[in-house]
C-alpha cells in the first residue's frame, strides 16, 4: 500500500506538471538527499520548460518509489506552499 504522500504525488501528477515553478529548487533538495542521481538531475537541467523539467523528474520519483515521492511531497509543500494547499496538501 503506497503512502498518502506518494498517492498525493501520484493522484496530482498532471497538475503538478503543468504548475509546478519551483522545479530545480526542488530538484535541488533530492539531488542533495541523493534521491536522483547525477545525470537525472542533469537531464532536468537540459529540459527547457518547466514541464519538460517536471516530467523528467516524474520519471525519477517512479523509479525511485514512495520513498522519492515522500521526499517530493515535503519539498513541494515547501518550495510551492500556495500550490500544495490548493492541491488539498495536508488536509
Do not use: C
Amino acid at each position: 500500500m503506497s503512502s498518502f504522500e506518494a498517492q498525493f504525488v501520484d493522484r496530482n501528477r498532471a497538475v503538478l506538471i503543468q504548475r509546478v515553478s519551483s522545479v530545480m529548487a526542488i530538484a535541488d533538495e533530492l539531488k542533495n538527499k541523493d534521491m536522483i542521481h547525477d545525470e537525472t538531475y542533469s537531464e532536468i537541467r537540459a529540459e527547457v520548460t518547466n514541464q519538460g523539467k517536471m516530467r523528467k523528474l516524474f520519471e525519477a520519483l517512479h523509479s525511485g518509489g514512495d520513498r522519492v515521492k515522500n521526499d517530493f511531497y515535503y519539498a513541494l509543500k515547501h518550495h510551492e506552499p500556495f500550490l500544495f494547499k490548493d492541491l488539498g496538501g495536508d488536509n
